[in-house]
């Protein structure tokens, strides 16, 4: 899989884990189980990539670390995103939004070898296609203001 691959897969269990109520806490495994061990018995996985990726083992652990680690961070990347977002909380953004500022900001603060504009760059792809112009003009303001705070 290519990072940006690798990145929608992530992008979209983390969006997919706040409707799982008994995966409230953002864990993340009874999704990445269904979606990468039993492809073929779930809706889920059915529709889980628009395109045909093959997923390795290795891409399997990468995702499933990422997961992990926006799991660890929530807290700070949720009060980040309150901080920084003029006015709208977690609790006000669209589902969307909300996953692709966590994954983002967990990039652009937690992982030192995703440069900061590659992290914005995929956070606007993946706003183009899942939000609206809005949305991603939105997103863009609130990672511009994250950088700009760290710097």
């Known amino acids: 899989m290519t990072r940006h691959d690798l990145r929608e897969c992530i992008f979209k269990i983390v969006f997919t884990i706040p409707f799982d109520p008994e995966d409230s806490e953002l864990n993340g495994d009874y999704v990445i189980s269904e979606i990468i061990e039993h ?5 889920i996985s059915e529709n889980f990539m628009e395109r045909d990726v093959r997923m390795s083992g290795e891409d399997e652990s990468y995702i499933r670390r990422r997961v992990g680690e926006i799991k660890l961070h929530l807290p700070e990347i949720d009060e980040i995103i309150n901080a920084d977002s ?5 609790e006000r953004l669209g589902k969307e939004e909300l996953a692709i500022l966590r994954l983002a900001i967990y990039e652009i603060r937690f992982d030192d070898d995703i440069p900061d504009k590659v992290a914005v760059n995929e956070a606007l792809n993946l706003a183009h296609e899942y939000c609206d112009d809005k949305a991603a003009h939105f997103i863009n303001g609130v990672l511009s203001t994250v950088i700009g705070k760290q710097e």
């Open 86 to 90: 003029e006015g709208w909380s977690c």
């Open 39 to 43: 492809p073929e018995n779930t809706e």
